[in-house]
């Protein structure tokens, strides 16, 4: 846990880059939590908000929202975009206050920065009895197999692996992915259902590397490595690439 610390505490260095390159979210996603929840929303608290690309997806739905962040600088991206339906609050998951429960709990790509311990239960606490909790991520790779090994070759002599391990070592070809099996066995939320909203995006090699500059594991590393990383993955990719940009979404209904 405390190096899942270190790498969640790591993106205000890059909170720039990171609302330039990282892609927001499709009206689809609102949607689809809106269906899911059968009743208006109209109170959500977001986990981990970062620099507020899906809170504001989800201030289009009207929302009063509330947009958690323990990061000063990527704070700081949210309020250049801050809509009148939308409040900041400066914390991390962990030491939020539990007096208020809202129709909606959501995190972006960021639940599996959360303290394990208590997890559930915390969250609970956040969600109205027969409110929704929604988590999803966008797990971006290249959709070129042989372009992806290339670049994974390229990065090899300085990192093996630059994704986040699933926090409660789900393999990954089970057909429940994490959170949905944490969720499954909390006896705090019930109806829990996956989805995949699958997405591809065509982008620059050089918007690809911004990318990459944002994700925990190259921000971690030490800048001449970095540079390396990123100096022989442009090498090896062409002008333009296609990502898969899938979001992986995982929904439950707080118990009543």
């Known amino acids: 846990m405390p190096g899942m610390v270190v790498r969640a505490l790591s993106f205000g260095a890059v909170a720039e880059a990171y609302e330039r390159f990282r892609p927001g979210y499709p009206v689809e996603l609102l949607d689809l939590v809106t269906s899911y ?7 959500a608290l977001e986990i981990g908000a970062g620099t507020g690309k899906a809170t504001r997806l989800f201030a289009q739905g009207g929302i009063a929202i509330t947009a958690t962040e323990p990061d000063a ?4 991206e949210i309020h ?5 339906n939308v409040t900041t609050l400066q914390s991390a998951f962990e030491d939020l206050p539990l007096d ?20 559930w239960d915390r969250m609970a606490a956040l969600v109205r009895p027969g409110g929704v909790f929604a988590s999803f991520g966008v797990p971006i790779g290249l959709a070129d ?26 393999p990954a070809d089970r057909p429940m992915k994490w959170p949905g099996t944490e969720l499954q066995q909390s006896k705090r939320f019930t109806d829990v259902q996956q989805t995949t909203i699958e997405r591809r995006l065509t982008m620059t090699a050089h918007d690809y ?3 990459l500059s944002t994700v925990s ?3 971690m590393l030490p800048p001449t490595d970095r ?15 296609e990502i898969n940009a899938q979001i992986d979404i995982h929904l439950a209904r707080r118990d009543s």
């Open 209 to 211: 590397i911004g990318y």
């Open 227 to 241: 540079a390396q990383v990123f100096r022989r993955s442009l090498e090896a990719l062409p002008q333009t690439v």
């Open 100 to 119: 208020t429960a809202y129709d909606l709990v959501y995190s972006a790509a960021a639940l599996h920065w959360t303290n394990p311990e208590g997890r």
């Open 37 to 43: 929840a059968g009743e208006p929303i109209r109170t």
């Open 145 to 170: 197999p042989e372009l992806d090994e290339a670049a994974r070759a390229a990065r090899a002599p300085y990192l093996q692996d630059d994704g986040v391990p699933s926090p409660d070592g789900t």
């Open 217 to 219: 594991a190259y921000v």
């Open 80 to 84: 250049k975009h801050l809509s009148a």
């Open 73 to 76: 600088a990527m704070l700081a």
